[in-house]
């Protein structure tokens, strides 16, 4: 809870340093999983700012790797859902189109925390075609019925208390 804590008070320079890929030689397998998962059973609105910058940091390490997606990026991605601001559907998109392995991992409901019109709309006023493309054209089903799956939690239902170690946390991030 304490790595937690600390990074909430952090400003977005120092989470990068803090937590950024190539910053600390822990950061990428320990302390960025970490926190993640710790903002998993406890995150709040106000954490948008710090969830943004570990999504940032995140990105960069999966983009230097070339492959896979992985469970970090999904959780970051699926926080910024949660909380529901259509801005970061643009953080989001970047994150689906870092690699193959991602665009396929993040479901695309992660894109729209406030329907297909709102983020088609807000792609539009930021030029984000492929974004207005993919959202206006992905869906064959409801979108709706995925986003309240996602929105259960259940896939992060196992997560550790935020109060657990780092270590413990950074493990079960990465399993």
């Known amino acids: 809870m304490e790595l937690l804590l600390d990074a909430r008070v952090m400003s977005d320079a120092d989470v990068a340093r803090a937590f950024g890929h190539g910053g600390s030689s822990t950061a990428d397998g320990v302390d960025r999983p970490a926190l993640v998962a710790a903002l998993l059973s406890s995150f709040t609105p106000s954490d948008a700012p710090l969830i943004r910058e570990l999504t940032r940091q995140e990105i960069a390490a999966v983009g230097d790797a070339d492959s896979g997606g992985g469970d970090v990026l999904l959780a970051c991605c699926w926080l910024l859902f949660m909380i ?30 406030q329907g297909v019109a709102v983020t088609a709309e807000f792609a539009r006023s930021r030029d984000l075609m492929d974004l207005v493309e993919w959202v206006e054209g992905e869906w064959i089903g409801d979108p709706e019925t995925g986003a309240r799956e996602w929105r259960s939690g259940s896939f992060f239902a196992r997560v550790p208390p935020a109060a657990a170690s780092v270590e413990d946390l950074a493990t079960w991030m990465r399993q």
């Open 84 to 113: 529901g601001h259509v801005e970061d559907a643009a953080l989001v998109w970047r994150a689906k189109n870092v690699n193959f392995d991602a665009h396929c991992y993040i479901d695309s409901v992660f894109l729209i925390p």
